[in-house]
């Protein structure tokens, strides 16, 4: 069973720009979850889709961030404009029911 | 904040056993206690979790206290591969976005 797919890996860019971060879910998965990961903490939760609805986005920084699951299958989440502190890997989960399942995790370097 | 306290780091010599405690002591009656970790650049990968009852998988063991206020996950053959930060969760089963992770214990296995 192929894992939680998330491009790209890596990404530089400058403050003020903007940058979007892809994820597959496990197939079948109805749940998607994206987290910001900053150095030596643990994961935070931005926001849970469950299929193409929003269930909690409550932590989500809406002045910046977006997010969207379209189909109810992959999902794009966005930050315009980045600032020096977004700087985190941003990891997507899945889940079929109580576990998820962790992608590999894009990290974001913000100059 | 995470409903969890663990120590921060652990060492553990190669081929025995690694024993990470997790204090819970504010934890309700419907609230299971899971375990995942994290190697270095990868996501957060699933390893057990429980309710009162001890559980053992493929992976490791976890023991949980008869008034259910700490838990012990144990590696019972430790191997340089399981170094990783390990994390102890706390959440109810019908409350999927409730993952709230603190800092981990840093696992350290040495040769």
């Known amino acids: 069973e192929a894992g939680v797919a998330q491009s790209p890996r890596y990404k530089i860019i400058e403050k003020r720009q903007s940058v979007a971060f892809w994820c597959n879910p496990i197939s079948g998965h109805a749940t998607l979850y994206w987290y910001q990961q900053i150095l030596g903490q643990g994961p935070k939760l931005l926001i849970q889709?469950?299929?193409?609805?929003?269930?909690?986005d409550s932590q989500l920084p809406k002045d910046r961030f977006s997010a969207e699951r379209l189909k109810g299958v992959d999902s794009t989440l966005k930050i315009q404009p980045a600032k020096l502190e977004d700087s985190a890997v941003y990891l997507c989960?899945?889940?079929?029911?109580?576990?998820?399942?962790f992608g590999p995790g894009t990290r974001l370097l913000v100059l | 904040d995470a409903k969890t306290t663990q120590p921060p780091s652990m060492d553990c010599a190669e081929g025995r056993a690694a024993n990470l405690p997790c204090n819970h002591s504010t934890i309700s009656g419907n609230e299971y206690v899971y375990w995942y970790r994290q190697i270095h650049s990868q996501g957060p990968q699933y390893i057990i979790h429980?309710?009162?009852n001890n559980e053992t998988n493929e992976m490791a063991s976890l023991i949980i206290t008869e008034d259910r206020k700490s838990s012990t996950l144990i590696l019972p053959h430790a191997t340089l591969r399981d170094t990783a930060v390990y994390y102890c969760?706390?959440?109810?089963?019908?409350?999927?976005?409730?993952?709230?992770f603190g800092a981990g214990t840093r696992l350290t296995v040495k040769p």
């Open positions: 429980g309710l009162k």
């Open positions: 969760i706390v959440r109810a089963p019908y409350n999927n976005n409730d993952m709230r």
């Open positions: 989960a899945s889940s079929l029911s109580k576990t998820q399942y």
């Open positions: 889709f469950q299929n193409n609805g929003v269930v909690d």
